[in-house]
């Protein structure tokens, strides 16, 4: 009941935190990025999942100042660890909620902290869900358009759960689609037949519309093959790693090709 006001808290409180799940190159196996995912300690509940408190601090707004925090840690904790010799590219993927698209600060904020850190936007991407995109079109459109200006990368997140028409999807300027879990779930085994042609599906639409896809969820090994079958050259998920903070993410990943 008071999660709202102990959200708005949680920050000065240092009980956020921000975990790291590697992006990998499906036929190499090599990491190509990370996504950022917010994690709250509560102090008496323990691990609250962003589910349950992302949405209340949409409702309040909290996001804002919240997902601002996320991008500024998340480039000081991994700009500085990535080699500028490493010969793929590293691009760190941000959540972004639509309530920080009405924030009139957000490209200039993006700006500053890009700056700050020294990180080049074309390996920053912003994942912003299929229905943040498509509630407020217009809105989206206009601060797209200037997100993308930047040079920073936009992916729609959770593919194919929302309602969003084509139409609407191509009059975005977006690189690329995450599809969702619940269709990378059923690959590879038998009774997934439904859910692997909705996988199919979504990746011919990447294919026509020339977006990058990065599946997620990805945990085992049937998946992998079925997705490399169908394609898709990026993907995250139990298999390769579970989000892991920014010094593990480092020993692990950043060190490598
Ligand atoms: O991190 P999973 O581990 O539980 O994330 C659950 C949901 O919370 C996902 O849909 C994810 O997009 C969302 N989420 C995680 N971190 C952030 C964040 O920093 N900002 C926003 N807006 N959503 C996030
Ligand atoms: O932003 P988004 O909805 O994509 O966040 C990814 C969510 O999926 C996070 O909650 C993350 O912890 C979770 N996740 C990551 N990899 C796997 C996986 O392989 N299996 C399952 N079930 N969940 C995963
Ligand atoms: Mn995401
Ligand atoms: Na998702």
């Known amino acids: ?29 090599t990491a190509v990025g990370a996504e950022a995912l917010l994690r709250w300690r509560h102090p008496e509940r323990g691990d609250v999942p962003p ?20 991008l500024e840690t ?29 924030d009139p600060t957000l490209v200039t904020r993006l700006q500053g902290a890009l700056r700050r850190h020294g990180w080049p936007a074309e390996q920053l991407c912003l994942e912003l869900t299929e229905t943040a995109l498509t509630d407020d079109l217009d ?19 959770d593919f194919g759960t929302g309602y969003s028409s084509l139409t609407h999807l191509q009059a975005l300027p977006i690189d690329s689609i995450k599809i969702d879990r619940s269709f990378v779930q059923g ?3 038998h009774r997934g037949s439904e859910r692997s042609t909705i996988a199919r ?18 945990e085992t090994q049937a998946q ?17 790693s579970v989000p ?9 990943v950043l060190g490598g090709p």
């Open 1 to 29: 009941l008071t999660l709202g006001s102990d959200l708005r808290r949680a920050l000065a409180r240092g009980e956020m935190r921000v975990v790291y799940q590697p992006i990998v190159d499906l036929d190499t196996g």
């Open 139 to 157: 809105l989206a459109l206009g601060v797209l358009v200037r997100l993308r200006a930047t040079g920073a990368r936009i992916a729609v997140d």
């Open 74 to 102: 998340a480039l000081a904790e991994v700009a500085p660890h990535v080699p500028t010799d490493r010969a793929a590219p590293f691009t760190l993927a941000v959540n972004l909620s639509p309530r920080q698209l009405e």
């Open 187 to 189: 690959l590879g085994d």
């Open 244 to 252: 892991v903070p920014a010094d593990v993410l480092e020993a692990t």
């Open 224 to 240: 992998l093959e079925a997705l490399r079958r169908l394609g898709c050259r990026r993907g995250q998920g139990y298999l390769f």
């Open 201 to 218: 599906c979504v990746l011919g639409i990447a294919g026509a519309m020339d977006l990058e896809a990065v599946a997620e969820g990805v």
């Open 51 to 70: 589910d349950v408190f992302v949405p209340v601090a949409e409702e309040s707004g909290a996001i804002v100042e919240i997902g601002a925090w996320v």
